[in-house]
């Protein structure tokens, strides 16, 4: 495809606009209705991921996001391309994580449009109406002259306010064809009602004296810590004045769990000290958080029912429809309100108080628990993982399942030194591989594990080859309890038995991998674990680690329905 100087097509505006906003890599499968864009990408020498499913290009591209806090480009073909790519956009707008995906469609003229019949083009589908409800917005451009103005409000879009995905489907005949450049639209510059949140003094100056006179105040952190950019503030109150931080599955990290004001995550498989904190804090603090069915559990009257609860987040809608009643609600940017918060907040009296006390006892009294003899339990190994790395700079994934409970449970996390991947809100198995895999393509040099389950690794476990191709040396810890470990033990508690979830035959993962040209091991004895661990994680290149665990290790403790975040399912023998 030729562009001269006063031509442009479909395909050269998206360039001109990834050159302008400096998109060096994009995230691909390809098909033939998406091809003349990444002819042109290739031309342009941008650099392409090419996974071995769509869903492995969506991943990829989302953990590029989080690391580097911007939109990046997700490219498919239309049809079969475009449904395989459903679940990484869906994980994206549910977890809040800004990505473009540009979709191929048939030509306009092969489109059905009205007509009450299927399709009318090959491998025509309906992307928008699919994706409508799991992206912030879609566009079809109608004309080559507006592609230009569309996708510099796909990125203004997908970055503002709460960020999420934004699709751009692209008709063939958008990308082929060529316009005039005197003819493109220009970039949309009027400001529209952007709403500017302008906390008062007054509103700081009360929150900042709430807080100042708590006895028992606690920090609840969400994921919006690290969307605003703010643990380096948060860390800064919390450590400052002494108050203890609990945190939910995604914002691990946020706040170093080692730190001792640290009570980890909380929840439906958190731990049952921070639950404790939580039902017993006179201040609750939260940030960022929407405050889901995981964190806070059925019995929505009875959170935090001692505390006073002050919530702070971006998203009005949130805060409308919260699940907890709060006592108040501050709309705006997180940053900016800690930033002005921490001037006026003094604690510094109340110094290793009661409650700092009370807290230890929580911890020490519910410190995590499990049996180290028999067969080769699961924690031991993450624990084992995680005293090995303890001076690398880390991105740890995991698949969906208990393993992955375990894994929150037993690493430590350390925003920017440690981080913490994993499926929040969509909760998809088959998400760690491939997001392994898009860590380690833009960080060469930093460790990437990933803790994955046998039933989670059987997902998207094809992108073995992209490992091989890229030099990827991520190292794969498969925990393999031969059993959708987690869904089996929600069975067992209700219905007594584990029908599809049980006793799952696996093959050789060690073979598997070897078969890819990657290092591989297998391990199920307590007594080889030290060794090979070490032999693993010293390992050059990509390697796995099969690991054969204890199927009957339960998650434990647990929020079931009906309890409070200080009582919760556990089966310990203490
Ligand atoms: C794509 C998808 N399908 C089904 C589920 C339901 N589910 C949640 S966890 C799980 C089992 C996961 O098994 P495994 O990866 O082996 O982890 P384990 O719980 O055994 O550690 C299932 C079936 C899901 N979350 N995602
Ligand atoms: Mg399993």
């Not at 442009?8 to 994009?26: A, D, F, P, Q, T």
């Not at 930033?339 to 290793?352: A, G, P, Q, S, V």
């Not at 491939?434 to 393509?441: C, E, L, M």
Request: proline share 3%; aromatic share 8%; hydrophobic share 35%.
């Amino acid at each position: 495809m030729k562009s001269d100087n006063n031509k442009v097509s479909g395909s050269s505006e998206i360039l001109k606009v990834l050159k302008e906003r400096k998109i060096s890599e994009v995230f691909v499968y390809p098909g033939g209705t998406i091809a003349p864009i990444l002819d042109l990408l290739k031309k342009n020498k941008i650099k392409m991921f090419v996974s071995r499913h769509e869903q492995g290009a969506g991943y990829a591209a989302l953990a590029s996001s989080k690391i580097k806090r911007q939109p990046q480009i997700v490219l498919v073909s239309s049809g079969p391309g475009v449904t395989n790519v459903i679940t990484p956009i869906a994980d994206a707008y549910y977890d809040s994580i800004p990505l473009i995906i540009f979709t191929g469609q048939v030509g306009q003229k092969d489109m059905k449009k009205n007509l009450k019949i299927r399709q009318k083009g090959f491998q025509e589908t309906d992307t928008l109406g699919l994706f409508n409800s799991i992206t912030k917005k879609t566009f079809q451009p109608k004309n080559i002259n507006s592609v230009y103005d569309i996708v510099n409000k796909a990125f203004k879009i997908a970055s503002s306010g709460r960020p999420g995905p934004v699709l751009i489907d692209m008709p063939m005949n958008i990308q082929r064809d060529f316009m005039d450049i005197k003819n493109r639209k220009k970039k949309n510059r009027k400001k529209k009602n952007k709403v500017k949140i302008k906390i008062s003094n007054k509103i700081i100056y009360n929150l900042a004296k709430r807080i100042n006179a708590s006895k028992k105040p606690l920090i609840l952190c969400g994921q919006g810590v690290s969307i605003s950019k703010s643990e380096k503030i948060l860390r800064k109150i919390a450590i400052k004045n002494n108050i203890p931080v609990t945190m939910s599955l995604l914002s691990l990290g946020c706040f170093p769990t080692k730190n001792n004001l640290s009570l980890g995550f909380h929840g439906h498989t958190g731990n049952q000290a921070a639950g404790m904190a939580i039902q017993n804090c006179d201040l609750l603090l939260i940030i960022g958080s929407r405050l889901d069915l995981r964190q806070v559990g059925t019995e929505v009257n009875k959170f935090a029912a001692n505390a006073y609860k002050i919530r702070i987040d971006i998203d009005n809608d949130e805060i409308k429809h919260s699940r907890i009643k709060c006592n108040l609600n501050i709309l705006g940017n997180l940053n900016q309100i800690l930033i002005d918060l921490e001037k006026k907040i003094n604690r510094k009296t109340l110094k290793n108080n009661n409650w700092i006390n009370q807290i230890k006892i929580y911890k020490k009294k519910y410190s995590l628990f499990y049996e180290k003899k028999g067969l080769l339990k699961p924690q031991e190994i993450i624990e084992k993982v995680d005293k090995l790395t303890s001076k690398k700079k880390v991105v740890c994934v995991s698949g969906v399942g208990q393993h992955q409970q375990w894994t929150a449970r037993h690493f430590n996390f350390d925003h920017p030194k440690r981080l913490w991947f994993t499926s929040g809100g969509h909760g998809a198995m088959g998400y760690d591989l491939p997001v392994a895999i898009g860590a380690q393509f833009i960080q060469k040099n930093c460790l990437v594990l990933c803790f994955v389950g046998d039933g989670s690794f059987q997902m998207n476990m094809q992108e073995l080859a992209s490992i091989k191709v890229y030099k990827l040396p991520v190292k794969i810890i498969v925990l393999d309890n031969n059993r959708l470990g987690i869904v089996s033990q929600f069975q067992k508690i209700n219905w007594k038995d584990d029908p599809a979830c049980g006793e799952k035959w696996n093959p050789s993962f060690e073979n598997i991998a070897k078969n890819y040209g990657i290092y591989s091991q297998t391990i199920s004895k307590r007594e080889d674990l030290d060794k090979k661990l070490k032999k693993f994680l010293n390992y050059r290149g990509s390697a796995l680690l099969h690991c054969l665990v204890d199927s009957k290790e339960e998650l434990s403790p647990m929020l079931l329905a009906g309890e409070t975040l200080d009582n919760m399912w556990s089966n310990e023998k203490k």
